[in-house]
């Protein structure tokens, strides 16, 4: 079972009883501290009955900003609604009052325990290969589609812009789905359905039920009994044909065109649209009732843009897939910039394409240059501006955030360094000599950075 990792802050008086109290109660019940919150990602606040809300908040801003998830412990009798809502509103996950007897600890390893869950289902290759993506953004959006494809069999609804990756997170949604003797996952895009045979599609038809029907056949209420039904480009669903899937969700049961006897099914629905459905509403192009069976959970996939620190990867990722390779040839950096910059109306897919295109022109060996580009492909003297003030961007960001927690400069360049190696070591699939090379770094410094990582998560009391 995963181990659940912390880190206890006492924003009262050090070594107050209340603290060790809770301390003393969690490891009992198996949780591993640690120093640092990034390291465990959790931070426990334990927050002193005498200091004031707006100390506490002042204290919680620089977790919030790490995205830390922060549970927050009190017996303060100050703790009204209003402050409770404050609280949430500034980024904190759980308000409990430990006080309020044996169902608080219960109620927190349990939330502990879903969150090492969600954590240790994030970290699967299963996720990791598929979605690529390391962002901040992006791991906030999988965190929550990650929870309700494991832990429930809610309805899902996906919104994005063309290419974001809706379809392959409906396919992890179906295969992380826990249900016993799971069935298909059928996928069905609603752009494509002829109204003529929009009937045969959903629901099948029997032999002799219209001219051409030669064969009974299975529609895809049907083929996704006990899987998954992914509509794509929900939006589209002409009306009568909205009519028709809501009665079938709501009693899960439906007839076969050209028959009289009625079939259960019972299947999970994932749809994707890249349309304001809430609007569509209100044009009267939607149905509301439909909305609502459809849209249990709703989550927004973010564009491309809004997760720029994602592109080199990615990018190495297609190169790997296009290259039938391990490792992803280097690239000159004016090109890496132009990528990570560029604009991308298709979103992923866009950007799949043009590393596609360098792939073909790419003779085989060495780094991958200007001449591998696309002619069309060259930034415009304003791109080019742009691209030189913000190259520098996330590091200041990152740096900003670390001085904001309280790190100081040995701590920040330690931990530049380690990034440094992790990532050479990331890009040069775990082999220590090429990384130590790239890095003009000793190999036994790599494997100690390797073996400090894996430990300090256990060691750090
Ligand atoms: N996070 C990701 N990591 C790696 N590849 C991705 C990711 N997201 C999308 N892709 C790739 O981008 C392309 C588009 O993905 P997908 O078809 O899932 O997008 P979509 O949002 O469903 O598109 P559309 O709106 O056009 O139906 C696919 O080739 C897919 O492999």
Same mark, same amino acid.
């Given at each position: 079972?995963?181990?659940?990792?912390?880190?206890? &802050?006492?924003?009262?008086?050090?070594?107050?009883?209340?603290?060790?109290?809770?301390?003393?109660?969690?490891?009992?019940?198996?949780?591993?501290?640690?120093?640092?919150?990034?390291?465990?990602?959790?931070? @426990?606040?334990?927050?002193?009955?005498? #200091?004031?809300?707006?100390?506490?908040?002042? *204290?919680?801003? +620089?977790?919030?900003?790490?995205?830390?998830? &922060?549970?927050?412990? /009190?017996? $303060?009798? #100050?703790?009204?609604?209003?402050?409770?809502?404050?609280?949430?509103?500034?980024?904190?996950?759980?308000?409990?009052?430990?006080?309020?007897?044996?169902?608080?600890? #219960?109620?927190?390893?349990?939330?502990?325990?879903?969150?090492?869950?969600?954590?240790?289902?994030?970290?699967?290759?299963?996720?990791?290969?598929? %979605? @690529?993506?390391?962002?901040?953004?992006?791991?906030?959006?999988?965190?929550?589609?990650?929870? /309700?494809?494991?832990?429930?069999?809610?309805s899902v609804l996906l919104i994005g812009?063309s290419?974001?990756?809706k379809e392959?997170t409906a396919?992890?949604?179906?295969?992380?789905?826990?249900?016993?003797?799971?069935?298909?996952?059928v996928l069905m895009d609603c752009t494509t359905i002829?109204?003529?045979?929009s009937?045969?599609?959903f629901?099948?038809?029997?032999?002799?039920?219209?001219?051409?029907?030669? *064969?009974?056949?299975?529609?895809a209420?049907?083929?996704?009994?006990?899987?998954t039904l992914f509509l794509d480009e929900l939006g589209e669903l002409a009306l +009568?044909l909205q009519a028709g899937l809501l009665?079938?969700i709501?009693?899960?049961?439906?007839?076969?065109?050209?028959?009289?006897?009625? !079939?259960? /099914?019972?299947?999970?629905l994932v749809c994707a649209t890249n349309r304001n459905v809430k609007e569509e509403i209100?044009?009267?192009n939607f149905r509301e009732d439909l909305y609502f069976r459809v849209a249990a959970s709703v989550f &927004?996939i +973010?564009?491309?843009?809004?997760? !720029?620190? =994602?592109? +080199?990867?990615?990018?190495?990722?297609?190169?790997?897939?296009?290259? $039938?390779?391990?490792?992803?040839?280097?690239?000159?950096?004016? @090109?890496? $910039?132009?990528?990570?910059?560029?604009?991308?109306?298709?979103? &992923?897919?866009?950007?799949?394409?043009?590393?596609?295109?360098?792939?073909?022109?790419?003779?085989?060996?060495?780094?991958?240059?200007?001449? =591998?580009?696309?002619?069309?492909?060259?930034?415009?003297?304003?791109?080019?501006?742009?691209?030189?003030?913000?190259?520098?961007?996330? #590091?200041?960001?990152?740096?900003?955030?670390?001085?904001?927690?309280?790190?100081?400069?040995?701590?920040?360049?330690?931990?530049?360094?380690?990034?440094?190696?992790?990532?050479?070591?990331?890009?040069?699939?775990?082999?220590?000599?090429?990384?130590?090379?790239?890095?003009?770094?000793?190999?036994?410094? %790599?494997?100690?950075?390797?073996?400090?990582?894996?430990?300090?998560?256990?060691?750090?009391?």
């Open positions: 079972m995963e181990k659940t990792i912390v880190c206890m &802050i006492d924003v009262g008086e050090e070594g107050s009883p209340l603290f060790a109290a809770i301390q003393q109660k969690l490891g009992d019940e198996g949780v591993v501290f640690v120093r640092q919150p990034e390291g465990a990602g959790i931070a @426990i606040v334990v927050w002193a009955d005498k #200091l004031a809300v707006e100390t506490v908040m002042d *204290y919680l801003q +620089p977790l919030v900003l790490l995205d830390i998830k &922060i549970v927050l412990l /009190t017996v $303060n009798k #100050l703790l009204t609604d209003v402050v409770k809502w404050q609280l949430k509103q500034a980024g904190v996950h759980e308000v409990l009052e430990w006080n309020k007897g044996e169902e608080v600890l #219960l109620h927190l390893t349990a939330r502990l325990k879903r969150w090492a869950q969600v954590e240790a289902l994030l970290s699967l290759d299963l996720v990791r290969n598929n %979605l @690529i993506g390391e962002s901040y953004t992006w791991k906030r959006f999988l965190r929550k589609v990650i929870e /309700t494809a494991f832990f429930t069999s809610n812009e290419g974001t990756g392959m396919r992890l949604i179906h295969e992380l789905d826990q249900r016993k003797e799971k069935g298909n996952l002829v109204p003529e045979l009937g045969s599609e629901y099948g038809h029997e032999k002799g039920a219209f001219t051409n029907a030669v *064969y009974a056949r299975d529609g209420f049907a083929m996704a009994d006990s899987g +009568p009665r079938v709501q009693e899960g049961m439906y007839k076969r065109v050209g028959s009289n006897t009625w !079939r259960k /099914t019972n299947f999970r209100v044009q009267g &927004i +973010p564009p491309l843009r809004n997760r !720029r620190e =994602d592109i +080199p990867e990615l990018v190495r990722t297609f190169l790997r897939q296009e290259l $039938n390779t391990i490792v992803a040839p280097e690239m000159d950096g004016a @090109i890496m $910039n132009f990528l990570v910059h560029r604009d991308y109306p298709g979103n &992923i897919r866009e950007l799949k394409q043009l590393v596609s295109q360098i792939v073909m022109r790419y003779a085989g060996q060495g780094f991958i240059t200007m001449g =591998d580009m696309p002619e069309e492909e060259c930034p415009s003297p304003q791109q080019l501006q742009g691209f030189t003030a913000s190259s520098h961007n996330g #590091l200041h960001q990152s740096i900003r955030l670390a001085i904001a927690s309280g790190k100081d400069l040995s701590r920040i360049k330690n931990e530049i360094a380690h990034l440094a190696m992790e990532i050479a070591l990331e890009d040069c699939g775990g082999n220590l000599k090429l990384a130590a090379r790239k890095l003009n770094v000793e190999v036994r410094t %790599l494997q100690y950075i390797r073996k400090k990582n894996s430990s300090e998560v256990l060691n750090d009391p």
